[in-house]
């Protein structure tokens, strides 16, 4: 099939109990594994029990494995924010990325809502947009 289309996903979810934050190591090997097969890239971030996500490559790549995520009982309330064709990756050097904010809370605060349970959850699509700009400025490139 051709599929020349570059497709970026972006969705927020909240992490279930399934989902333990200490083995996302150990779960990324194999996760990156399956996104360079489909040629799929992007980035994770987890914040306070909250997910965001971007997921670019190819429309079908994209599509099987958002619908596989969306299944996954270590998170729910998924909202996919936006699904449009883009004209070059934001963050096609990862595999897929990972940023614990946790770790490193102030660097999301600034686009977050204070206070709220699940800050990645309440972003709307165009904080999320400001929020991954930047980043891409952080990481370069
Ligand atoms: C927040 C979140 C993000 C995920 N991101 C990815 C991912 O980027 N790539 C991936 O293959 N699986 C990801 N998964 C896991 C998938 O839902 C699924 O468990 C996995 O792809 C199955 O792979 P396996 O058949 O190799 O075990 C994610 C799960 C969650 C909860």
């Given at each position: 099939?051709?599929?020349?289309t ?11 109990p399934?989902?333990a934050?200490?083995?996302i190591?150990?779960?990324l ?14 980035i ?19 599509r ?14 998924i909202?996919?924010?936006?699904t ?10 990862w ?7 946790d ?9 977050v ?9 309440a972003?709307?699509?165009s904080d ?14």
């Amino acid at each position: 099939m051709n599929d020349t289309t570059l497709l970026q996903a972006i969705y927020v979810s909240r992490a279930t109990p399934d989902f333990a934050a200490s083995s996302i190591h150990a779960l990324l090997t194999g996760w990156r594994a399956n996104n360079a097969a489909l040629n799929v890239t992007g980035i994770l971030f987890y914040y306070r029990n909250s997910f965001l996500q971007v997921l670019e490559g190819p429309g079908t790549g994209v599509r099987k494995q958002l619908d596989i995520f969306l299944d996954d009982g270590r998170h729910a309330d998924i909202a996919v924010l936006t699904t449009e064709s883009v004209p070059a990756k934001l963050f096609g050097e990862w595999s897929m990325g990972y940023v614990d904010a946790d770790a490193a809370g102030n660097l999301v605060d600034e686009y977050v809502t204070p206070g709220v349970a699940c800050p990645l959850l309440a972003l709307s699509a165009s904080d999320a947009k400001r929020m991954l700009a930047f980043f891409r400025t952080v990481a370069g490139g």
